[in-house]
């Protein structure tokens, strides 16, 4: 089923970052030691055709324009929002023209700008079920591995959630939600086209599959979260089988961005940003994030 939008409407464990915990009854966390290099400015890009990096140096967010309006995944950290805003009118666009406002998990650093966004644009959030109840009521949840050790997020005035495998249309995008927990237990990843000359490429936005956690989690054996060890195989099955022309992830450095950018200013060919010469990127990340996974069981088994 498709939904359509087309008003305005209602690599490593590097990616642990330990900040202040608000909520009541919340183990208290240290200082987020990241989050200025995190929030480090980066200036806007094009990916491929209507898809375009809006986000900080650090952590992304990503805009793809349509002709009814825009789509952004992620909203980075809070104090992100003036420059994701900023980057968006640098491009020729308004933050007013967007629609859609979709997120890979609920943590800070990837949901903690969404309800200022929101605000800003009248924009739909569309998150899965698990990612909604943390939005909208608790800010973080007991079932979610780094519990105690990162900040809730403010709490989103408006959202929607969706079903594994539904699509999402703004004009004539269409943005495919995939569920892949694991990282956390709503995780998702997005699909979509984008096309530049005649030439259409798969893209992907792989959620973290990082198995990161605040004291004391045990992946192997959590009564919070008791089904972490098969929610990460499913979702190292949807990236070792997805078409995965141009690999995106929450963390710029997970998926090469940098270098590939890099690589493309110099002119290298083919386009390092494209993933047609290596179509099996997406597969290598679920290959990388399975040997993190099983060296966290090691450590946690003694096996």
């Given at each position: ?34 989050c ?49 805003v ?19 998990h ?57 079903r ?8 004539q995008?269409v ?27 798969d ?22 979260y ?48 494209i ?29």
């Amino acid at each position: 089923m498709r939904r359509s939008f087309s008003n305005r409407g209602a690599w490593g464990l590097a990616f642990l970052s330990l900040v202040p915990g608000f909520l009541r009854g919340q183990p208290a966390a240290a200082p987020c030691d990241r989050c200025a290099v995190w929030n480090t400015p980066q200036a806007p890009f094009r990916v491929y055709g209507d898809t375009y990096y809006v986000g900080p140096h650090g952590v992304s967010c990503i805009l793809i324009a349509s002709d009814r309006g825009l789509v952004l995944i992620d909203g980075a950290l809070p104090e992100s929002v003036p420059q994701i805003v900023a980057n968006i009118r640098s491009l020729g666009f308004r933050i007013e023209d967007v629609k859609l406002i979709l997120n890979s998990h609920a943590h800070f650093d990837h949901a903690g700008g969404i309800a200022e966004l929101q605000r800003l644009s009248g924009a739909e959030v569309v998150v899965s079920q698990w990612s909604a109840g943390v939005m909208t009521k608790s800010g973080v949840s007991r079932g979610d591995p780094q519990f105690g050790s990162i900040r809730p997020i403010a709490r989103v005035a408006r959202v929607r959630t969706l079903r594994d495998g539904e699509s999402f249309g703004v004009g004539q995008l269409v943005l495919t939600a995939h569920s892949t927990p694991g990282h956390t237990p709503g995780g998702t990843s997005w699909t979509w086209q984008s096309c530049e000359r005649g030439r259409c490429l798969d893209m992907v936005y792989a959620d973290s599959l990082t198995p990161v956690s605040a004291s004391g989690f045990k992946f192997s054996e959590s009564r919070e979260y008791p089904g972490a060890l098969a929610d990460f195989e499913k979702s190292f099955g949807f990236l070792s089988a997805v078409r995965c022309d141009i690999l995106l992830t929450p963390h710029p450095e997970s998926s090469g961005l940098w270098d590939r950018l890099d690589g493309r200013r110099r002119g290298v060919v083919p386009d390092p940003m494209i993933g047609l010469s290596d179509p099996s990127q997406c597969r290598q990340l679920a290959d990388r994030s399975r040997e993190l996974l099983r060296k966290r069981i090691a450590t946690e088994t003694g096996r």
